[in-house]
């Protein structure tokens, strides 16, 4: 039977409830147990002025970005829509059904005043981070580093060659941030090497090939995290180059030691961590066992001898060439941090061994890293069980990156500049450790007897 039209007739009374409206199992839901933002107003205290009309509420802004992030909404614009339409969203931002949702360009105004001058969205990661803390969810035993590219928002066919610099009347937000970091390790001064071609949009983004494609503008996301459940300890931003990275683990590592007196037994990563200064800097200042490969370019490629054919003896701190003749050392530094261990000229001229020796030379001579003690410790875990096991765990570091880019959308930067890669990083790695807890730790299930 065919049912009738009903015609809708306003109530003069509702009684409606968005706790109500809100599935038990829906993410925010769960979500919602570990977001703190009771700091938030005395974080940014400061930063406000006593007097005029008042503001919207910052905890109301931190909660639509933790929407957008934690459900891959990438435009702000939309971001506003989408919580003005879902219960479940004004439920999370505790806007109710009447509550206004800000204008789009509030949060523009806001993050490039209060939110990076009080430096606010570190301030909610690191409040998730002890949360996973307290959940028993950081066994700070093992650490993994690791870096991924993410396309910046500038258009490769707008690059200009990098040795013509920017054009000198060109200005813009990025090209600021761009000059205020040229002497910073993890930007500017990583390499002295002139990229290829610069972005006029985004000149701190880097010219890479790296995927082995086509090039593009690029920044790299540096996490650092923990090996037992795979929960992000901290995240950086740096230009895409190896020396930006390895500097980037360097800050992780200590401002992680400083914030939640982490420290690591042991540290997991790939070859681009296994420079001899990197493990030198890991071993004798930090104490850590690097679970690295180690990054050597010793191997020579002509067919004569390379300096693995050579035996290093420790005590003697000497070379002892194939044939038993001795390199010997006059503890001079060289090329930044290098010994040279010389053979001598006498021995090497009646050798039968020369042609696939020093065929060019009159004596041998086999460089050093004075960081090569290091280099020995990490070759000699890379020989363990142990090893084999945290080559595995580091594939944690490598998932969140699909993660981060698969489901929460941030293959591309939507922002520009340092500052605009180091807000998304931080409110992506925020995302995905609210999401890690809501995942490991259960709702609690309602008492039958209640």
């Not at 690059?159 to 761009?178: C, F, Q, T, W």
Request: with cysteine; proline share 5%; hydrophobic share 35%.
């Amino acid at each position: 039977m065919m049912g009738s039209r009903q015609i809708d007739q306003g109530a003069l009374f509702y009684e409606f409830s968005l706790e109500d409206h809100v599935p038990a199992d829906h993410m925010l839901r769960s979500i919602d147990r570990f977001v703190d933002l009771s700091m938030v107003r005395q974080h940014l205290a400061p930063f406000y002025s006593p007097t005029g009309r008042p503001s919207v509420d910052p905890e109301l802004l931190i909660r639509m970005l933790i929407v957008g992030y934690c459900q891959g909404i990438r435009s702000e614009r939309r971001l506003c829509e989408e919580v003005h339409l879902n219960l479940a969203y004004r439920w999370f931002c505790r806007l109710g059904l009447e509550g206004e949702v800000p204008d789009h360009s509030t949060f523009s105004k806001n993050r490039h005043g209060r939110f990076r001058d009080s430096d606010l969205l570190r301030h909610v990661f690191e409040t998730v981070v002890q949360r996973c803390l307290d959940e028993g969810l950081v066994g700070g035993e093992g650490f993994a580093v690791d870096a991924s590219l993410i396309k910046a928002d500038a258009s490769r066919q707008e690059g200009i060659e990098g040795a013509k610099g920017l054009p000198p009347k060109k200005s813009s937000r990025a090209i600021d941030e761009y000059l205020a970091v040229l002497d910073d390790a993890a930007f500017g001064a990583a390499t002295k090497v002139t990229p290829k071609f610069l972005s006029p949009a985004d000149p701190a983004a880097r010219w890479t090939g790296a995927h082995d494609g086509q090039a593009f503008f690029a920044y790299c996301s540096n996490y650092l995290i923990d090996l037992d459940h795979g929960v992000i300890v901290d995240v950086e931003a740096s230009t895409a180059v190896r020396q930006a990275e390895v500097k980037a683990a360097k800050t992780m590592m200590e401002r992680t030691e400083a914030r939640f007196d982490l420290y690591p037994q042991r540290l997991a990563g790939n070859t681009g961590y296994g420079s001899a200064e990197m493990l030198g800097w890991l071993v004798h200042e930090r104490g850590i066992e690097p679970h690295v490969p180690v990054f050597d370019k010793s191997k020579r490629r002509d067919g004569s001898f390379s300096r693995e054919d050579f035996t290093y003896d420790h005590q003697g701190d000497v070379y002892f060439c194939p044939t038993g003749k001795m390199l010997t050392s006059k503890g001079t530094i060289v090329n930044d941090n290098q010994l040279m261990y010389r053979a001598s000229k006498y021995d090497c001229e009646v050798c039968s061994l020369k042609p696939r020796c020093c065929p060019k030379e009159p004596a041998r001579k086999v460089p050093r890293s004075i960081h090569e003690g290091a280099r020995d410790m990490a070759r000699d875990i890379a020989l363990t069980d142990a090893y084999r096991t945290s080559r595995r765990q580091r594939k944690k570091v490598e998932m969140l990156f699909a993660h981060l880019k698969r489901i929460l959308g941030l293959g591309r930067l939507r922002l520009r500049g340092p500052c605009g890669a180091h807000d998304e990083f931080l409110l992506a790695a925020t995302a995905q450790n609210l999401r890690k807890l809501a995942k490991l730790i259960q709702m609690p299930q309602p008492d039958p007897a209640a």
